[in-house]
């Protein structure tokens, strides 16, 4: 029987019409969807695979966005793994086939520079989520998504999807306030409180003559909940007095003694665009982002007895990071159109100081893109060339000292570790969208890349200390998409595409060891190789569209980073591998419109169901064969999403969403079969409120209530309990 929680969210899916009550700022012609409109998307011209987006004003309206990553929330088959306001170091992406420890399987960009962190996987020793920090949810104008590596602009990391943010640019004068306010009643253990965040920021811009520009800061101040917790295995003896007992993942019977990793951050951002119009068909922008995190994680003893010091791990963390990028785009809509786009991210300032004595420095690691883009349109010819180049660079330096004396202020000493080096990855690219015959298109594209791995040193002293050889490999990545009018209201869609994603400079040589971790790397992992491929059908419904998409995935070699809790070390093992063969298969069901059932009502809705399991594995995690049929971790079977908003009158309107995901597993031998615990992936049904009030012409205010139902789930660390949110806005 189908468990109601189930029910309930596969009903919302099924039975919702969708979603976005502005225009839509993408059009469709023979289901190849065709950037056009508004503010223009980084995304190619023309994009032969599933697309989603929403706007600026479907997020104020509908959805509870304290970051950026926010207005993913319900999109199909996505899910980030928030932990809390202003989470910079967990919070990342997870799509159809690639789950939550695989950040190098999706692309995040802004304005078409890239946010993702392709320095490392995962989490691990290391953690290498988006810098979403760098977009705050009122710069946001749109979001694009595209799902699977169908399109040749883009490299392997795109495999899961390509989410980009494009931002505002004003054409007059404007300038806009925000104030907003969160608090979350959190119950769990020995835990017993309330934890509080607040945010602001303002923005301003305007337009004169061939100049604009726009400008934003925002300040953060979050105190998030416990997020991991001290155990001790109930066979290790007794345990001391107030410890509070329960089974671990496994479904082992253990006792908690402490919280841990309990963070209070303040973050700040500054964003600075300008643009200029060289002619009125070519603009050179530049953008500089400026992020800055101030973090402590502190712990708490449940126990009255002394507990030893990887029980209570405190934590400082500074980090000052910036971001420069620059474009100058020719934009006709003739016959020959072109980019040049370049970018840099730098970690200007990266150290987190622990108990244990020792300060972790990242200073200097960091990234650079160049990329040159071309469209051509043959006059008369049936097609459109979208061609390129470009080199993508990344550079690992992390130093970890040891810290005598005072922990939180001291000189660092010894080198405890130092890991680092550097990847390049050289591409040229092109697709070719041809119109075949009247009701029949087609996009055939080729990827060629050069990926090269060099400088590459791993020392942990005393037993390691190696100066890795340089690596170099070439590969093609073929795409191939067909699109069919079927009858007038029908399209039917199929894409292809191989993707090659190589190993990130952590995953090669990042290994660290703390008293609480150890990050094992590898210098000869292998890329993975994924074969992607697609089948939808879209139907016009009237003020609708109906989709459903069949996926399937073969993912050779695929790069895992699997953590593993050490219990006779007290500590998490992450060790970095290639898994031989992951099989995918699935279907999405989405179904958009506005105004279908009144005229005032918005609702979208998504069901995505995956088969994904370890078909091929050499590795093992306890014995020879014990991955072989387990199920790819943090990919449910099921998952579904729904948001229904209702215009009341102009001023005033109200939502409710809802996020469903069935059981995961974390390991790749299925080995945590408690998914309701510390360590654990749990199912989960969560309900989201929004009310919104347009005061008068000027003034905002909006209120709401997520998890209402103040569901407790995990993902190895718990998410939150229900939060109360509040904003106040002013717009001149």
């Known amino acids: 029987m189908i468990p109601t929680r189930l029910a309930v969210a596969l009903a919302m899916a099924f039975s919702a019409t969708c979603a976005w009550a502005d225009h839509p700022p993408l059009q469709k012609d023979l289901g190849v969807v065709t950037v056009t409109g508004g503010q223009p998307t980084s995304l190619p011209t023309q994009i032969p695979t599933t697309v989603e987006s929403i706007t600026r004003g479907q997020i104020e309206q509908a959805i509870n966005a304290a970051d950026s990553e926010d207005a993913l929330k319900y999109f199909p088959s996505l ?283 990242g200073s200097g690691t960091g990234w650079q893109t160049l990329a040159l883009k071309g469209t051509w349109r043959p006059a008369g010819a049936p097609h459109v060339v979208d061609f390129g180049v470009q080199q993508d660079s990344f550079r690992l330096a992390y130093v970890t000292s040891a810290v005598p004396g005072d922990w939180t202020a001291a000189a660092p000493a010894a080198v405890i570790s130092d890991v680092g080096g550097r990847t390049h990855l050289r591409s040229a690219w092109a697709q070719d969208v041809w119109s075949l015959a009247p009701r029949w298109k087609a996009v055939l594209g080729a990827r060629a890349e050069t990926w090269t791995a060099d400088e590459g040193h791993t020392l942990i002293a005393p037993a390691v200390n190696t100066a890795w050889p340089s690596r170099s490999e070439s590969h093609v990545s073929p795409k191939l998409a067909l699109s069919w009018q079927w009858l007038p209201d029908t399209v039917v869609k199929a894409s292809t595409g191989r993707a090659l994603r190589f190993p990130t400079v952590a995953e090669l040589y990042g290994g660290t060891s703390t008293v609480n971790s150890l990050f094992i790397n590898d210098p000869n992992l292998k890329p993975e190789r994924s074969w992607t491929r697609e089948l939808s059908v879209e139907k016009d419904v009237g003020n609708a569209v109906l989709r459903a998409t069949a996926f399937s995935e073969d993912t050779h070699d695929a790069l895992y980073s699997q953590a593993l809790f050490d219990a006779a070390a007290n500590r998490n ?11 995918t298969r699935g279907i999405e069901l ?53 948001l229904a908003s209702y215009r009341w009158d102009d001023g005033f309107s109200t939502s409710v969403g809802a996020r469903y995901s069935s059981r995961q597993f974390r390991t790749l031998d299925n080995s945590d079969v408690d998914g309701g615990t510390y360590m654990g992936v749990s199912r989960f049904f969560v309900v989201d409120l929004r009310a919104r009030w347009r005061i008068d012409r000027n003034w905002t205010a909006a209120i709401g209530i997520d998890n209402i139902g103040n569901d407790t789930y995990w993902n190895f660390h718990p998410y939150p309990q229900r939060t109360y949110t509040a904003e106040l806005k002013v717009d001149l």
């Open 590 to 642: 989405a179904y958009s419109g506005a105004g279908v059932v009144w005229k005032q009502l918005d609702v979208n809705a998504s069901a995505t169901y995956a088969d994904s399991h370890i078909r091929e594995n050499a590795g093992f995690v306890a014995v020879p064969g014990d991955t072989i049929g387990k199920r790819q971790p943090n990919i449910p079977r099921l998952r579904a999403a729904a």
């Open 573 to 583: 093992v992450t060790r970095v591998q290639n898994v031989g063969l992951i099989r």
């Open 79 to 361: 899910l980030v793994r928030k932990r809390y306001i202003g989470d910079y170091n967990h919070a990342i992406l997870s799509s159809r086939a690639s789950g939550t420890g695989n950040s190098a399987r999706s692309a995040v960009y802004a304005d078409g520079i890239l946010l993702s962190n392709f320095l490392g996987n995962g989490v691990g020793g290391l953690a290498f989520p988006p810098r979403w920090g760098l977009v705050t949810p009122e710069e946001i104008d749109r979001v694009d998504v595209m799902y699977g590596p169908f399109s040749a602009a883009y490299p392997g990391n795109s495999v899961g999807a390509v989410v980009d943010y494009v931002t505002r640019m004003p054409t007059r004068f404007e300038a806009h306030a925000q104030a907003g306010y969160s608090s979350q009643p959190f119950d769990l253990y020995g835990t017993h409180a309330t934890f509080n965040a607040w945010q602001a920021s303002a923005s301003a811009g305007n337009r004169g003559g061939d100049w604009s520009w726009f400008f934003n800061v925002s300040h953060t101040d979050s105190h998030g909940q416990p997020l991991t917790f001290a155990t001790r295995l109930a066979s290790a003896g007794t345990a001391p007095a107030g410890a509070l007992p329960g089974r671990n993942n496994a479904n082992v019977p253990w006792y908690v003694v402490a919280s841990q990793t309990e963070y209070t951050t303040r973050q700040d951002h500054l964003k600075a665009k300008l643009a200029y119009d060289v002619t009125p068909v070519l603009r050179a922008t530049y953008v500089l982002g400026v992020w800055r995190n101030d973090a402590e994680g502190v712990s708490h003893s449940y126990v009255a007895a002394p507990l030893v010091l990887a029980d209570l791990p405190q934590t400082r963390e500074s980090l000052r990071h910036a971001m420069h990028g620059f474009t100058l785009k020719q934009h006709t809509q003739g016959v020959f159109d072109w980019e040049v786009a370049a970018s840099r991210y730098d970690y200007s300032k990266d150290g987190k100081r622990q108990n244990s004595g020792t300060l972790a420095d």
